[in-house]
C-alpha cells in the first residue's frame, strides 16, 4: 500500500503520476487531487527533489474519525508528536478537504495545534511556538466529513517555490502548472537543441521551467529540503545522497546547448523576466526581449515548440477587449510559425476559439479554481502569404453605415478641431445604433470604447460589428492597427474600483488650445484627461484670474492646470491616488508652471474638508465620483445619496462672491436643491457641452453660489 500523496492542480493529476513513474518511484497511483505512491522514504525523497508538476508530497502518520471537536482534539492527541518536532520546532497546520463534523478549516486548525502543544507541554513542561509563515514543520489535515488524515508535509512550503523568489507580474503562472503544460506539450524533447519559443513571456515562468528541464536541474535543489524542515524522521545521508546524484546530472548537462526565447510587449515584465532568470542562473542561456505579438518572428529557422500563455480576461480586464489579441496571435501563427507546434494555455475557451485556428487536442486543467483549456495548435508547413494576414477577414456588409457615418464625422470634425487647436476630440459616439461605440481620437492615435451591450442584442451579433470597427476604423482615419486601443466600459458593482490594466506604459502628450496634457491610453480605463470636461476648463481658466482655486476629487489635475494658466493666484488639488497626483504635477511640469504656490494633497475628500486648516477659496470644482469606495477612504460615498452633505461642506469653505462648479456624469442624477439653503443654483450644462458630445451628453454641471456671506 502507497505510503505518501503528492498533491496536485486539478486536472494535471496524470501527467503527475507519469513524472513520478519516469522517477523510478515505487506503487503509483493516479487518484482525484494528486498521486498515491511510494514504498520507502527514498521514494519521497525523490519527489520532493525532483518533482515539477506535484505542489505538495504528504507523509500521512495517523487516520481517525472525528464526529465532535473532542473526537478531533482526542484523536490529534493521541499521536507520539515527540517523533515528529521538539518543543525547539516552530509549527504550522493547514487545512485541506471539505470541513469536517467538528467544525470549519479554521477551528480544526485550531483544535490540532491545541492537541499537539498540549501533549508536548505536558509531557516536556515547553510547548512550541506557532509560525503561520515560515515554520519549522508543517502539519497538513485531510478532511472528508468524518474522516480525518494527519500528514507531515515533507515539503515545507509549496513545491512551486523553487527556492530562487521568482518575482511575478500580473496573472502570474504558478511552477507546477507551467511543468505540467509543458510536460503536455512534449518537452523537453531528445534533442535539447530544439527551439522553444514564448511570445508573451510575462515573468518568464515558462521559460525557466522549460529551461531547468532540458538542462535536467532537479527544481528542489534551490529549496528547502526535509532534513531543514525540523521532521525528526528525516534521514539526512539518504537526502544528501539524492542532493549530490542530482547536482551530478545537473553538471553533465550543463553544457547543453538550448534554444529558448521569450519576448513580451512590456517592458517592465521582460525586466521581471530577466531577474527572475538571473536568480535561477539561466541569464546566458534564456534570451528574453521587448516586443509587440504582432512583431513575432521565429528566433530560428528551424521550427520548434511556441507555448504561451496569454492574458484571458479573469483578472486583467473584459475578455472582449482581448478578442483582438487573439485573432492577432492566431493570424501570426499562420503568418510565421509554419511547421511550429503551438501550445495555447487559456482560461477562456470563447478566446481560445478567436485563434482561427482549428486544435488537434484540449487538455482540461485547472489554474486555481478557474476551469482553462491547453491547446495543442500543429501549424501547417505552407505559410500563408501576406495579403492574407491580419486583413484577411472581410467587414461585412452591415458595416458600411459605420464607414459612411464616420467619413462624414471625420470631414466635419478634422476642420472644426483645428480651428480649437484640438489634438484630441470625439469622433463618433454610438451616432449608429447598430454600432454601439465611442471613437475617439488622440493625436495620431485612436481609442475605441465598446458601450455595455445590451440585453436584447445578441452576443454574436455585438462581436461581429466589433470586428467590423476593428478593421475599418484603421484604414479610414489612417492609422497602423496597433495605434487603435479597444476598451469596454462596463457597470460596477457597489465599491468596485476600476484598476489599472497593464504593467506597461503608453504615454502620449497631446494639446488642447495652447495646453498640452499627459495622456494614457492603454494602462487604464480612463486616459487622464475627460475630453467632455473641455468647456468646463475653459470656464474654469476664464473664472480663476487672481482667485484661490481649489479642485477636489482632482485625478489628474487638468483643471488645476487650467487655472493656474487662468492666472489663478494659488490651487489646491485634493485627491485619494498618489499615481493620480503624480500625474497632474507632470501635467503642471508641461505647461510651464512653477509649483511654488500651487499643492497636491492625497486625502479622502471629506476627512480633508472637516480636518484640514480652514483656508477659503474663491473658486471649486468639484466633480466626484458616481460611487467610491476605497482602502483609503472611512465611509462609501454615493453622489446621489451625499451630495447635499458634499456640497454644503465646500460652502464652508467658499469666500464671498465665490463660485463652485459641481459636475456629475450620473444620467440619472437629480440636484436636490430645495436641501442647498443658503445657496443660489444655476444649471449650466448647455453652456459647457462641447460640441462632439452634443449627440449624447454623458456630463450635467452646475453653478452654485452663496446668498449673502457666511
Not at 498515491?36 to 525532483?50: I, N
Not at 478634422?414 to 484640438?422: D, H, T, V, Y
Request: net charge positive.
Amino acid at each position: 500500500m502507497p505510503r505518501f500523496f503528492a498533491v496536485a492542480a486539478r486536472g494535471t493529476e496524470g501527467v503527475l503520476a507519469a513524472e513520478l513513474r519516469s522517477l523510478d518511484v515505487a506503487d503509483v497511483d493516479e487518484q482525484r487531487g494528486g498521486v498515491a505512491f511510494g514504498e520507502a522514504l527514498v521514494d519521497a525523497y525523490r519527489a520532493c527533489l525532483w518533482s515539477r508538476v506535484a505542489s505538495r508530497v504528504l507523509f500521512p502518520i495517523h487516520r481517525f474519525e472525528a464526529s465532535s471537536a473532542a473526537d478531533l482534539y482526542q484523536g490529534v492527541r493521541s499521536i507520539d508528536w515527540s517523533q515528529h518536532l521538539g518543543v525547539e520546532t516552530t509549527l504550522a497546520v493547514d487545512v485541506a478537504g471539505k470541513d469536517a463534523v467538528a467544525g470549519p478549516g479554521h477551528f480544526v486548525a485550531l483544535k490540532t495545534k491545541d492537541a499537539i502543544v498540549d501533549q508536548l507541554r505536558d509531557r516536556h513542561g515547553a510547548r512550541p511556538d506557532i509560525d503561520t509563515v515560515r515554520p519549522d514543520i508543517r502539519v497538513n489535515m485531510h478532511v472528508r466529513a468524518t474522516q480525518i488524515t494527519i500528514n507531515i508535509d515533507l515539503a515545507g512550503r509549496g513545491l512551486h517555490r523553487r527556492g530562487i523568489d521568482r518575482v511575478g507580474v500580473d496573472a502570474p503562472l504558478k511552477e507546477n502548472l507551467a511543468a505540467a503544460i509543458l510536460r503536455l506539450a512534449g518537452w523537453p524533447t531528445e534533442d535539447p537543441s530544439v527551439p522553444f519559443f514564448d511570445p508573451m513571456c510575462g515573468s518568464g515562468t515558462l521559460l525557466i521551467e522549460a529551461a531547468w528541464m532540458a538542462l535536467d536541474v532537479a527544481p528542489g535543489a534551490r529549496r528547502k529540503g526535509p532534513g531543514q524542515i525540523g521532521w525528526r524522521g528525516h534521514d539526512g545521508a539518504l537526502w544528501r545522497r539524492l542532493v549530490d546524484e542530482a547536482t551530478e546530472r545537473a553538471n553533465a548537462a550543463r553544457d547543453r546547448a538550448l534554444r529558448i526565447v521569450g519576448t513580451d510587449v512590456s517592458d517592465a515584465a521582460v525586466a521581471v523576466a530577466q531577474g527572475n532568470l538571473r536568480r535561477a542562473g539561466l541569464n546566458d542561456v534564456v534570451r528574453v526581449e521587448q516586443r509587440e505579438l504582432r512583431d513575432a518572428i521565429p528566433p530560428w529557422a528551424e521550427p520548434g515548440f511556441l507555448v504561451t500563455n496569454p492574458p484571458y480576461g479573469e483578472r486583467l480586464g473584459d475578455s472582449v477587449e482581448l478578442v483582438p489579441l487573439y485573432e492577432l496571435l492566431g493570424d501570426v501563427l499562420k503568418r510565421r510559425f509554419p511547421g511550429w507546434h503551438a501550445w495555447i494555455f487559456t482560461g477562456n475557451p470563447g478566446l481560445g476559439k478567436r485563434i482561427g485556428l482549428r486544435p488537434a487536442s484540449r487538455h482540461l486543467l485547472y489554474n486555481g479554481p478557474i476551469a482553462s483549456r491547453l491547446l495543442s495548435i500543429p501549424i501547417s508547413m505552407t505559410p500563408v502569404t501576406a495579403g492574407d494576414g491580419p486583413g484577411w477577414r472581410q467587414p461585412s456588409p452591415e458595416s458600411k453605415s459605420l464607414v459612411t457615418r464616420l467619413r462624414k464625422n471625420l470631414r466635419q470634425r478634422r476642420r472644426w478641431a483645428g480651428r480649437e487647436r484640438l489634438s484630441c476630440y470625439r469622433l463618433y459616439d454610438a451616432d449608429v445604433p447598430e454600432y454601439n461605440l465611442a471613437i475617439d481620437w488622440y493625436d495620431g492615435a485612436v481609442r475605441l470604447e465598446e458601450y455595455s451591450r445590451p440585453r436584447k442584442i445578441l452576443e454574436h451579433d455585438a462581436d461581429r460589428r466589433l470586428r467590423d470597427a476593428l478593421l475599418v476604423v484603421p484604414d479610414l482615419l489612417d492609422v497602423p492597427s496597433d495605434a487603435l486601443v479597444l476598451r469596454v466600459r462596463r457597470r460596477r458593482g457597489p465599491g468596485e474600483q476600476h484598476q489599472r490594466r497593464n504593467d506597461s506604459k503608453h504615454v502620449r502628450i497631446v494639446g488642447e488650445n495652447d495646453l498640452r496634457f499627459e495622456v494614457n491610453l492603454v494602462d487604464y480605463l480612463d486616459t487622464g484627461l475627460f475630453l467632455d470636461d473641455r468647456l468646463l476648463r475653459r470656464r474654469i481658466r476664464d473664472h480663476a484670474k487672481g482667485g484661490d482655486f481649489l479642485n477636489l476629487f482632482a485625478y489628474t489635475c487638468s483643471a488645476s492646470v487650467a487655472a493656474a494658466r487662468g492666472g489663478a493666484r494659488s490651487s489646491t488639488s485634493v485627491d485619494l491616488s498618489n499615481t493620480y497626483l503624480a500625474w497632474g504635477r507632470r501635467n503642471f511640469e508641461l505647461n510651464d508652471i512653477a509649483p511654488d504656490t500651487h499643492d497636491f494633497i492625497r486625502a479622502d475628500v471629506m476627512h480633508w474638508l472637516i480636518r484640514a486648516s480652514r483656508q477659503r477659496y474663491d473658486l471649486v470644482f468639484l466633480a466626484p465620483p458616481t460611487h467610491s469606495r476605497s482602502k483609503a477612504m472611512r465611509t462609501d460615498f454615493d453622489v446621489q445619496r451625499d451630495h447635499v452633505s458634499l456640497i454644503e461642506a465646500v460652502g464652508r469653505r467658499l469666500k464671498p462672491g465665490g463660485e463652485i462648479i459641481f459636475a456629475t456624469n450620473l444620467r440619472t442624477f437629480v440636484l436636490d436643491d430645495q436641501r442647498l439653503h443658503g445657496f443660489q443654483v444655476e444649471e449650466i450644462t448647455e453652456d459647457i457641452t462641447p460640441r462632439d458630445f452634443e449627440r449624447r451628453p454623458r456630463l450635467r454641471a452646475w453653478s452654485l453660489s452663496l446668498q449673502g456671506n457666511r
